[in-house]
């Protein structure tokens, strides 16, 4: 029988996985908040489904995330206060953040978390951690497609302009 064989969860969190887990959980929170900050900017109710789902999907998976911290007895990160409601017209037009920005950070945030869900499953040595992080991955880069076509469809993808080079033609 192997050293890390066994009930993955009767195993121990090594020094890698506490501090991608833990940070994981502080960007989350961090997150957390501003979506709901994004939802008062917001104007566009496609937008406005995104930013909710984030909310639930980042609720969630922090959850799950702190129970790992406690039982291993790793304090927990501190979380911002939630966010009051405000409607758009409360917030003055030139210190709100528009829809393309909202989204271009809610699309920035999901590729950060994949990264994120990679590296932590790429250095766990407890399958529990792997796997679980590894739904987290699924669920973002199912998050990741509903923005980008969104983005596309509302003419919001700032795409870089396009490489055009001189190759040379059979004669």
């Avoid at 104007?43 to 999907?57: H, R």
Wanted: glycine share 8%; with cysteine; net charge negative.
């Amino acid at each position: 029988m192997g050293i890390l064989s066994g009930d993955p969860k009767k195993q121990p969190l090594h020094y890698g996985e506490v501090f991608s887990i833990w940070s994981y959980l502080l960007a989350a929170k961090g997150n957390y908040a501003a979506y709901q900050t994004f939802l008062n900017h917001c104007g566009d109710d496609d937008l406005k489904k995104q930013l909710e789902d984030g909310i639930s999907q980042i609720k969630q998976e922090s959850e799950k995330v702190e129970e790992i911290l406690k039982v291993n007895g790793i304090a927990l990160p501190p979380a911002p206060p939630e966010r009051s409601y405000a409607t758009l017209e409360d917030i003055p037009v030139g210190a709100r953040f528009n829809d393309p920005e909202i989204s271009a950070a809610l699309s920035g945030n999901i590729a950060k978390s994949l990264v994120a869900c990679s590296t932590i499953i790429g250095q766990s040595q407890r399958e529990d951690i792997a796997m679980l992080f590894g739904q987290f991955h699924m669920n973002q880069a199912q998050a990741g497609a509903k923005m980008l076509r969104l983005n596309k469809e509302k003419g919001w993808l700032l795409p870089p302009p396009p490489m055009h080079t001189n190759i040379p033609t059979k004669q």
